[in-house]
């Protein structure tokens, strides 16, 4: 089971930290892909880190902001969110897969998390 938290109500220019926790297996043997759905829009990858942790993914959209990291002692895939803008609003999931072509490609994910809600506004 993946589950995604650390959702919450923050102004523009503040900071989140989104977890995804698993239990029953260990994330050390997957991918992990960050996601978010928008109100109104499509469901879109826009972070990613290797079993490695070496060279993260990160979209256009969210470079130089999020930043993506694993601590393997907590079994645990954290998202550290700065400079949050109104347009990151969204809800947040995280998902686990053996070997994604594509960080982005949604359906090579093999577990997904519920999702977390993250609003930025002031």
């Known amino acids: 089971q993946l589950q995604a938290s650390g959702g919450g109500l923050v102004q523009p220019g503040g900071s989140l930290r989104l977890s995804c926790a698993a239990s029953g297996f260990s994330l050390d043997y997957y991918t992990i892909g960050w996601f978010r759905q928008a109100p109104g829009k499509e469901r879109v990858g826009f972070s990613g880190i290797s079993r490695s942790g070496g060279n993260p993914f990160y979209a256009d959209s969210v470079k130089g902001r999020f930043t993506i990291s694993r601590d393997s002692a907590k079994n645990v895939v954290y998202l550290q969110m700065n400079s949050l803008k109104p347009e990151d609003t969204a809800v947040y999931y995280c998902?686990?897969?053996?070997?994604?072509?594509?960080?982005?490609?949604?359906?090579?994910?093999?577990?997904w998390g519920q999702g977390t809600l993250v609003t930025v506004s002031s």
């Open positions: 998902a686990a897969g053996t070997n994604p072509s594509r960080y982005t490609f949604q359906d090579e994910y093999d577990f």
